[in-house]
């Protein structure tokens, strides 16, 4: 048992070291810009590069586990705001919000990283992305059949939607946000929830339906 609790302990130590590295892969990419070396990281970090190498092999997996903490910061905002919401416009909104939000909160983190010559960077950030369509797709699904409809379009609507949004997020972080936030969501809402409210005219629905507000 003490063995397992050194490991455990051992490991949970590296895990806190490994972050405190990205943090400061972060800071220094901040001040160096997209070029920075592994010997400009180890000195923001305070560390000899070898034990920088210790972490990670090379820049390229540092940079892949940078690309990696942003995709996960997204997926914590924008999945429990898709969970959560009951009403269908409003759900839409939420997710844009969310969505926008973690953008702006890591806004210089996001240009500095689509700015980095990695793929594998660009590919953990799609992943975050359909990530978020999927479980957008289990709520509209859960709301179509709730109406009776044909729950086939979820998936390909959720992938729209998230893919919609992804593109709108980056014009506006690349522009510097050249609107505010609350207005952005409400424009795409407004253009997203058209097409969603228009599957109730063609089913002859009432505007209201309680089954998918429910």
Same mark, same amino acid.
């Given at each position: ?14 895990? /806190?070291?490994? %972050? ?19 010997? /400009? ?6 560390? +000899?590069?070898? *034990? ?7 820049? =390229? ?12 910061? *997204?997926?914590?905002? *924008? ?6 919401? @009951?009403?269908? #416009? ?14 702006? =909160? ?8 689509? !700015? *980095? ?16 369509? =999927?479980?957008? +797709?289990?709520?509209?699904?859960? @709301? %179509?059949?709730? %109406? ?15 893919? %919609? ?8 972080? !690349?522009? @510097? @946000? ?15 929830? /058209?097409?969603?409210?228009?599957? #109730? ?6 505007? #209201?339906?309680?089954?998918?507000? =429910?």
């Amino acid at each position: 048992m003490q063995v397992n609790g050194r490991k455990a302990r051992w490991a949970d130590h590296r895990e /806190q070291r490994r %972050l405190e590295l990205i943090q400061a892969a972060i800071e220094a990419a901040m001040r160096f810009g997209p070029g920075v070396d592994m010997e /400009q990281v180890a000195l923001v970090a305070g560390v +000899s590069k070898p *034990v920088l190498y210790r972490y990670f092999a090379d820049k =390229s997996q540092l940079w892949l586990a940078v690309g990696e903490h942003l995709a996960a910061q *997204v997926l914590a905002v *924008v999945t429990p705001a898709v969970a959560q919401v @009951r009403e269908e #416009r409003a759900l839409i909104a939420a997710t844009i919000d969310a969505y926008l939000g973690a953008l702006e =909160s890591q806004a210089d983190l996001y240009q500095l990283l689509m !700015r *980095v010559d990695l793929p594998g960077v660009h590919h953990l950030i799609n992943g975050a992305v359909q990530t978020v369509s =999927s479980g957008l +797709s289990r709520v509209i699904g859960d @709301r %179509l059949r709730a %109406l009776g409809l044909d729950a086939g379009p979820a998936e390909p609507w959720a992938v729209g939607i998230v893919g %919609l949004v992804q593109a709108a997020g980056d014009w506006w972080i !690349r522009h @510097r @946000r050249p609107m505010g936030r609350e207005a952005l969501t409400d424009y795409l809402t407004t253009l997203l929830w /058209q097409g969603i409210d228009g599957v #109730r005219a063609a089913a002859d629905l009432p505007i #209201r339906e309680a089954a998918w507000n =429910s």
